[in-house]
């Protein structure tokens, strides 16, 4: 009988995360457990938006930096940890246990998004001008983009404030709102308008929150807590940028914010799913002790489902957002990774609180859990960064163009 030889089928997923990287999570969630929840407790210490007090605040980012705990979405040159997006999820969903964890470690929202596009994307000097202050802790920044209708939203081509070139300058006009921060925020990424074309007719600027020409006109009340410095609208009028502060190049003002977004997406999801982790967390520790006709909560085969599907839809953003940090990790775009993850761990995010509430019964729609915090926190993410819908739409695009290839497994070398 013809014996046929068989090629050797090699192992090539790998699910496992480094040492080095188990090590700092742990190191991670130790300063969260015994730092952050205790002051997260202590409703004292927080501030009247349901942020972190800035004392407190203060007093535990300098605990963090000692413990080389910093800004772990920079390069060490840049004053972070030198984490790979991979190594990122890992810890931002270990950092984010705690609704206060992100901002102690100085890689919240909006700071670590405009962190890394200042990181990949600005010159030797404007990195040590616009970056190196924030990477350090001094100041806060902001993202200016969305307007109003008839303005920019989802779609960016809609976009009405201009920069108009006079001299060296750029003088801008328009109105901006939702900007996450921008009271308070010292420096600013600004998107405007250069030209009419859609696709290079807009620019990135940095500006100072000092430069005369802008204003605050109103922070904009919203359903839920708010980040440091509320999100706000803002009015140009005659704002002066001179040209060495355009990120990037005229016209390339998309690209700009494709840079940040499809990390800063990605670098949500991570923390998101540390609060749907703790949301779990909460409603378990519940289910467990709490009785009523004759068996505990957690014996109840409709609880255990309820926490059960949790679970699995926790993995699943999980799985979609290691898959696009590997996919940035080897240098690719991952826009439908990221839009993916976007969609899944957005809606998980409500899903997750909203049965934990249901779980802990009145005392989860109380203040005494933070599940109400995160409830209504929830809302926005499937809004921020892209609404659901838009990306789905991107979805759509990718199917429409690869068909049934959509699915298809990369083959390795
Ligand atoms: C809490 C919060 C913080 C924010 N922070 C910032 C910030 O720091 N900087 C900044 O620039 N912006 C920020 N934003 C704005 C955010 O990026 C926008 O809300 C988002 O891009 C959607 O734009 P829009 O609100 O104008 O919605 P619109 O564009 O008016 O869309 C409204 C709705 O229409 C639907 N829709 C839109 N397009 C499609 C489509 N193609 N197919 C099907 N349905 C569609 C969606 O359901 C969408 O929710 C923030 C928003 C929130 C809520």
């Known amino acids: 009988m013809e014996v046929t030889s068989f090629p050797t089928y090699r192992i090539d997923l790998d699910f496992t995360i480094?040492?080095?990287?188990?090590?700092?999570?742990?190191?991670?969630?130790?300063?969260?457990?015994?730092d952050v929840l205790p002051v997260e407790a202590d409703r004292s210490a927080w501030d009247p938006h349901e942020n972190i007090g800035d004392e407190a605040l203060q007093t535990l980012r300098q605990k963090a930096r000692q413990?080389?705990?910093?800004?772990?979405?920079?390069?060490?040159?840049?004053?972070?940890?030198?984490?790979?997006?991979?190594?990122?999820?890992?810890?931002?969903?270990?950092?984010?246990?705690s609704i206060f964890g992100p901002v102690v470690f100085n890689s919240a929202a909006p700071d670590d998004g405009n962190m890394m596009v200042l990181e990949k994307l600005g010159t030797a000097g404007q990195k040590a001008r616009w970056l190196a202050p924030i990477a350090d802790g001094a100041v806060r920044s902001a993202f200016a983009m969305t307007e109003p209708a008839p303005g920019s939203g989802s779609d960016p081509g809609m976009m009405q404030t201009w920069a108009r070139r006079n001299g060296d300058d750029y003088v801008i006009e328009g109105?901006?709102?939702?900007?996450?921060?921008?009271?308070?925020?010292?420096?600013?990424?600004?998107?405007?308008?250069?030209?009419?074309?859609?696709?290079?007719?807009?620019?990135?600027?940095?500006?100072?929150?000092d430069d005369p020409g802008w204003e605050i006109i109103r922070r904009i009340p919203i359903m839920g807590p708010e980040e440091h410095g509320g999100h706000c609208e803002l009015k140009f009028n005659g704002l002066r940028i001179p040209k060495e502060n355009i990120l990037l190049e005229e016209g390339r003002g998309l690209k700009v914010t494709q840079t940040p977004l499809g990390p800063a997406r990605i670098t949500h999801?991570?923390?998101?799913?540390?609060?749907?982790?703790?949301?779990?967390?909460?409603?378990?520790?519940y289910a467990v002790r709490r009785e009523g006709f004759g068996m505990r909560l957690a014996e109840r085969e409709s609880v255990q489902m309820m926490l059960g599907d949790l679970a699995m839809q926790i993995e699943v953003g999980r799985m979609l957002v290691m898959k696009a940090a590997w996919e940035i990790d080897r240098g690719g775009f991952a826009q439908r990774e990221v839009s993916m993850a976007k969609i899944q761990v957005a809606n998980l995010l409500s899903k997750a609180a909203d049965v934990a509430i249901q779980i802990n019964g009145a005392r989860g729609y109380s203040k005494d859990t933070i599940l109400e915090w995160i409830y209504r926190y929830a809302r926005q993410a499937r809004l921020v960064d892209g609404a659901d819908e838009v990306?789905?739409?991107?979805?759509?695009?990718y199917l429409e163009k690869e068909g049934k290839d959509f699915w298809h497994w990369e083959v390795g070398e």
């Open 18 to 34: 480094s040492p080095e990287i188990a090590v700092l999570r742990d190191r991670i969630a130790r300063f969260v457990d015994q």
């Open 67 to 97: 413990e080389g705990l910093w800004c772990l979405q920079l390069s060490p040159e840049a004053g972070g940890l030198g984490l790979t997006k991979v190594g990122m999820a890992v810890c931002y969903e270990a950092m984010n246990r």
């Open 175 to 209: 109105t901006k709102w939702f900007i996450t921060g921008a009271e308070g925020a010292a420096h600013f990424i600004l998107i405007a308008r250069t030209s009419d074309d859609t696709r290079r007719g807009h620019t990135a600027f940095l500006f100072h929150r």
């Open 269 to 285: 999801c991570m923390r998101w799913l540390g609060l749907a982790k703790r949301c779990v967390e909460i409603a378990s520790e």
């Open 391 to 397: 990306h789905k739409m991107v979805l759509n695009r």
